[in-house]
């Protein structure tokens, strides 16, 4: 059964702090994983994926655990513009078919 | 940059009224994919595509048909819409690791 589950939130911190989310997905056989952001009332739009040895892209960070079965995003620094829903995609080798989104979690960023 | 273009943004339509979205890739993508999302529920798969004709269900293809007569083309077709199809219904199509989301259907069904 192709199950992702995330906090759906929200997350309230001021600007300038860190925040990490993570997802925790079922199937130990997925092999692909991303962040997805989304605007409220807009499309998703790729932030990252995430590879095995982690991965790094300014203020971002994404990890993966195996083991543990759970995708992580870590945002420091946070703005006002990162507020959004953040949302973990996760799919199996054997195609677009198998893409499982998580239902998201959401950040709020006050002054 | 590719380009999924869907035509229709926001449409208000009445119970048992044939539904038509259109979707159109501009990048010769292979593969297209019709989504809803719903407060709570996150995206879901309605039905998906990898080629010109052919097409598969997804999680939740109930009151939804699809075309795929061009390759750059997939429509999504509710033959009977129904106040429960009222819903944010995103088209994507895909190539290699990536995604690419059209800007989204936003349907109600009164």
């Known amino acids: 059964r192709k199950e992702v589950e995330q906090d759906p939130g929200p997350f309230n911190v001021p600007e300038g702090a860190t925040v990490a989310f993570n997802c925790t997905y079922s199937n130990s056989a997925s092999q692909s994983f991303f962040w997805y952001r989304q605007d409220c009332r807009k499309e998703p739009k790729l932030l990252m994926s995430v590879y095995s040895s982690g991965n790094e892209d300014g203020r971002f960070t994404a990890q993966l655990n195996r083991a543990s079965q759970y995708i992580s995003l870590l945002i420091r620094d946070s703005k006002l513009s990162d507020s959004a829903t953040y949302l973990c995609v996760v799919s199996l080798a054997s195609g677009y078919s198998t893409l499982t989104f998580g239902k998201g979690t959401m950040l709020l960023v006050s002054p | ?110």
């Open chain 2, 1 to 110: 940059d590719v380009k999924v273009t869907q035509s229709s943004r926001y449409l208000v339509k009445r119970t048992g009224e044939k539904v038509f979205l259109e979707c159109v890739q501009d990048m010769d993508h292979e593969n297209m994919f019709w989504y809803r999302q719903d407060p709570g529920l996150g995206l879901r798969l309605i039905y998906f595509s990898y080629d010109v004709k052919m097409k598969e269900k997804g999680d939740i293809p109930e009151g939804y048909s699809v075309s795929r007569e061009k390759k750059e083309r997939f429509s999504l077709i509710l033959e009977s819409a129904s106040t429960n199809q009222t819903s944010m219904y995103l088209c994507t199509s895909a190539s290699g690791n990536t995604i690419y989301f059209g800007e989204g259907s936003w349907l109600t069904v009164v």
